[in-house]
Structure formats: C-alpha cells, structure tokens
Nanobody
Framework: QVQLVESGGGLVQAGGSLRLSCAASGRTLTNYFMGWLRQAPGKEREFVTAIMWSSGRTYYTDSMKGRFTISRDSAKNTVYLQMNSLKPEDTAVYYC?????????????????WGKGTLVTVSS
C-alpha cells in the first residue's frame, strides 16, 4: 500500500505561484509513476503531469508545459508541483496519484493510489 498526502494548496492571485507537495509512504516507489491530476468545479478530472520515479522522466499536458514543473526528492519520498503564472482557470482540486502504468495516470482510470486532494484557488 502507498499513502499519498498532498499539501500546499491555497488562494493565490492570478499571475502568482504555488508549490504543491505530495508525500508518499508505505512502499518503495521505484517501479511507479507519480503524477498530478486536477478537477475543476463542474468539469471532468484532467491529467496535469507525471514523473517516472526511477528515471525522473517527466510528462506534461501541452497546455501546462512551461508553467508547471514536476520534480521529486527521492530522499524525502516526495513529489512537487511548481505552478507559475497561475490563471483563474487553474482553480481546481489537485490530486496526487501513483501507478505502475503511465497510461493510468494520463487517463485517471484504474489508478493504484490517490491522495485526498488539495484545493487551489486562483483569483482574478
């Protein structure tokens, strides 16, 4: 079992930045992809970004590439999402997720482990 705990959400003005953290515990993550998905009010959940734990290879949704950066700290078993130039449309609950298959994270279906989510609100 893997437990994922997100932190770092909050209220920020448009153009501002936030860094989300996801602390993982319970088992080794070597064979996992970890990532972030988000769900805005009234919208479907969407993939944001993922990182292959073993290699550090990263994956992004095109619309967020350049503004969002995923990284990991292996010593702390923590994944980060640095979000810059935030827009009101980035307002959502951001979920940390872990799975052994990238496609599961990309689609949000069949994901092995989810965090409870952290709310990001971007005011205009």
């Amino acid at each position: 079992q893997v437990q994922l705990v997100e932190s770092g959400g909050g209220l920020v003005q448009a153009g501002g930045s936030l860094r989300l953290s996801c602390a993982a515990s319970g088992r080794t993550l070597t064979n996992y992809f970890m990532g972030w998905l988000r769900q805005a009010p009234g919208k479907e959940r969407e993939f944001v970004t993922a990182i292959m734990w073993s290699s550090g290879r990263t994956y992004y949704t095109d619309s967020m590439k350049g503004r969002f950066t995923i990284s990991r700290d292996s010593a702390k078993n923590t994944v980060y999402l640095q979000m810059n130039s935030l827009k009101p449309e980035d307002t959502a609950v951001y979920y940390c997720a872990a799975d052994r298959a990238y496609d599961s994270l990309r689609t949000g279906y069949g994901v092995d482990y989810w965090g409870k989510g952290t709310l990001v609100t971007v005011s205009s």
